[in-house]
């Protein structure tokens, strides 16, 4: 295909994104908590293949707008990693330093309790527990696992068949680590590392597909919670230099760059989903004052979403960054639902991997493992993972004809391709 058929081909990517984002969903569920002031929403784009999935994300300010487009988000996610089921996501405005999260979690799951007995599959997402919260609380109202809704809907799992099927979903992706995959000394579980191992994974195959390596690239990395400190942690591994990180409350700079074993420091005493305490900056906006001037060449968002927009994209061209890897879901900021427009102009300046596949390792991870009878070996789920992030990098390249930009309007491309044809039943 020539150069301006492409063109044109990828000038209605866009305009399809765009209205594939202002589609209504197929069903919105709202709750008002009757204790607090929590509000939460579930949203399902898609009951595709009988079910839908997404996880449950905590913050204050959360919007319903912002989970539809999470859920969205979802469906494009799983036409990659599988298994071929809509979108969903479930969000709840409320903070999550409260110390009465766990009851507005637990009134959250008993509202949508027929959901996630037959066709909802859900896990942790910003600020809520995989292992800790969702699991624990969902056994407590009778829920064999948070991918019950899956099992059941989507495969049609009923009774021991089920139990089985789920106690294996349960052992694989809930199994300690080794050192070699993990941090040494300590207990980190498949579900802990599996999406920042595949953000780290997408920067070190687009570098492949570049002619080069991650061996010295400089990163700037928003975020260091459960997804930004483990794509630190095989960043560095891999030859990688983590200049600097910036999260909610600070920043931490290092013009030579962190290695492996400064990374593994930090991790070692990091005790909330950001940075450690005692490496935090007297002067906050001096550090992030730095942050935003240190030369780099990769930009890992892991933070929130929307974090990106105009002016930090001029910020980061002029810090030499040439790569963003969306280890947030859109990072992107957007002036209304169904708007492009920043996605648009960062495909055009930078080689951005999108977060449908750069941060779909869980998503991977689950529709792996619920294949299966048996649990996977740790080994097993991640390297099925890199196949399967790689793989879908590969085909954005070739389709973009470059793996220098355009590589964000080719993964669209392909996933709304995929995801095309639902089944809202």
């Known amino acids: 295909m020539g150069t301006s058929a492409r063109s044109g081909v990828r000038a209605d990517v866009w305009r399809r994104y765009a209205d594939f984002l202002s589609s209504p969903p197929h069903t919105v569920v709202e709750w008002h908590d009757p204790e607090t002031t929590a509000r939460g929403w579930l949203v399902v784009n898609s009951w595709r293949g009988g079910a839908a999935g997404g996880g449950t994300r905590m913050r204050p300010g959360c919007t319903r707008d912002e989970v539809v487009f999470l859920a969205k988000a979802m469906e494009l996610k799983f036409s990659i990693s599988g298994p071929a089921i ?11 330093e409260d110390p009465r999260k766990r009851e507005v979690l637990r009134r959250w799951f008993h509202a949508i309790l027929p959901y996630l007995e037959t066709r909802y599959s859900t896990a942790g997402d910003l600020n809520v527990d995989e292992v800790r919260e969702v699991i624990p609380l969902c056994s407590e109202l009778g829920v064999l696992h948070p991918q019950q809704g899956l099992a059941r809907g989507h495969l049609g799992l009923t009774g021991e068949a089920m139990g089985v099927r789920l106690d294996a979903v349960r052992q694989g992706l809930g199994q300690v680590v080794d050192q070699e995959l993990g941090l040494p000394d300590t207990r980190q579980r498949v579900a802990d590392l599996i999406t920042g191992f595949g953000v780290a994974v997408s920067a070190s195959r687009l570098l492949e597909r570049q002619g080069g390596s991650l061996e010295g690239a400089r990163v700037l990395l928003e975020g260091f919670g459960r997804v930004g400190g483990s794509a630190a942690l095989y960043l560095t591994r891999w030859g990688a230099r983590v200049v600097g990180i910036i999260d909610i409350r600070n920043a931490l700079v290092s013009q030579d760059g962190l290695g492996a074993h400064e990374i593994e420091e930090l991790l070692r005493q990091r005790t909330t989903n950001r940075l450690p305490p005692g490496v935090l900056a007297a002067d906050k906006e001096a550090a992030r004052e730095q942050f935003h001037s240190v030369p780099a060449d990769i930009c890992v968002c892991a933070a929130s979403s929307g974090t990106v927009d105009g002016p930090a994209m001029d910020r980061l061209a002029d810090q030499g960054v040439q790569a963003i890897i969306s280890g947030a879901n859109r990072p992107f900021a957007s002036s209304f639902p169904g708007d492009t427009s920043i996605d648009h102009e960062a495909d055009e300046r930078f080689a951005v991997v999108a977060d449908i596949i750069a941060n779909c390792g869980t998503a991977h991870a689950f529709a792996y493992q619920i294949e299966l009878d048996d649990p996977a070996t740790p080994a097993e789920v991640f390297d099925s993972v890199e196949v ?10 070739t389709r973009a004809g470059s793996a220098e930009r355009g590589l964000l309007g080719a993964a669209l491309e392909s996933t709304l391709e995929r995801a095309g044809g639902t089944d809202d039943g």
Do not use: M
């Open 86 to 96: 809509g979108g969903a996501k479930a969000g709840i405005d409320f903070d999550p």
């Open 388 to 397: 399967t992030i790689s793989g879908a990098l590969d085909e954005a390249v």
